[in-house]
């Protein structure tokens, strides 16, 4: 539209200096100005301007501009155009000349307007695919964070479904235990003991049921102390007065003076592990049990050191952490662990302690670690961060 005006101002210059042979000129003209007006008549009720009037009438740019939002504009010209067709009609050359520059900067304003309305649009459109990109990577990011949630869950439940069938199994063995120990000691030592004291009441001498009587005193002396020593393994120290530090100290001097085991503990009198709540303290308590109870069953061990220290910022482990050892001279085996601290699938029945241990350790927002190799000793690692 805005060429056609162009071209009609362009023939309206020529034929308004070429006087002599006006005529014909100008009704080509008329013929132009007719065409024009039709064509913006039709421009100014489409559906396209009111698109334009509404987006400008947001655009602040100027007074002329704000006429838009009444639909105004283009009726302007309008009525201009037909003001210049009547002048180049009756030949009125200063009236036409002025209603040509109004058309012309009408249009302008116009062909500015289009222009800017263009650059919305597309300014727009980036927005939309930029928030749209960012929505996306958003959603993709949080179905990510979902999938590795879901992930840790589902395998932290399967961890939890055989740590638990772990611990009925362990239970199990640990009742067929107290029952045979129970059965080869107190029931035995009872029976022998109630033997003797029958004959006491059978024996008619003074001095021989005095001589049994001192026969069986210390037979249920050491009964008592046998019984002490299972209730022991079987009840966890009070930590409201022992130290989890003195409670490892008696752990180690009970474990040798049991199997005949060397074990020693070497604990750095700086690390105090008071930060942790008491069940915690027994959660690094049976670790600890747990790992001698390994070693004695199956490492063939002569000698076990428990250590405990403050780490320092080293390639196993981060500052700030406290670090648990107890390793073993003996053949060592196959570590269940992979080299990223977790349970290799298909683990059997016979590595029940270790998965204790790791579930354990779990619990102490820790790690444990296994670094072993056949004939090789075996060193148990458990890392507890400071809180």
Known sequence: MVDHWMEIDAHFSMASADKDNAEIPFNNLILAIDEFYYLLDEFNRSALYRSYSALSSHSGRSLSFSLLEDIEEVNIILDSVLVFRDSVIS???EEARAASAGISGILYQLLIMDTDTQRQISSSYFRLLLALMIFIFII?????????????????????????????????EERGRISRELHDTVIQDLRYLLLETEKIGSTGGKEEREALCAKTIPMMADLIKKTRDI?????????????????????????????G????????EVVKLDFLSMEKKLQVFRIIEEALTNAAKHSGANDLIVTMCLSESTGTAAAGVVLIGISDDGKGFVSPLDNSGQIKPGIDKSHIGIISMKERAAILGGRLNIITEPGEGTLVCLEIPLF
């Open 231 to 259: 209730c022991n393994e079987l009840v966890p120290p009070d930590f409201r007065f022992n130290e989890l530090n003195t409670a490892i100290r008696q752990l180690c001097l009970g474990f040798s003076e049991k199997t």
């Open 140 to 172: 993709a990011l949080i179905i990510r964070l979902l999938h590795i949630s879901l992930t840790r869950s589902l395998k932290r439940e399967a961890e939890g479904i055989l740590f638990s069938h772990a611990n009925i199994l362990a239970q199990e």
């Open 261 to 268: 085991i060397e074990c020693r503990a070497e604990i750095d």
């Open 91 to 93: 030949g009125d050359m």
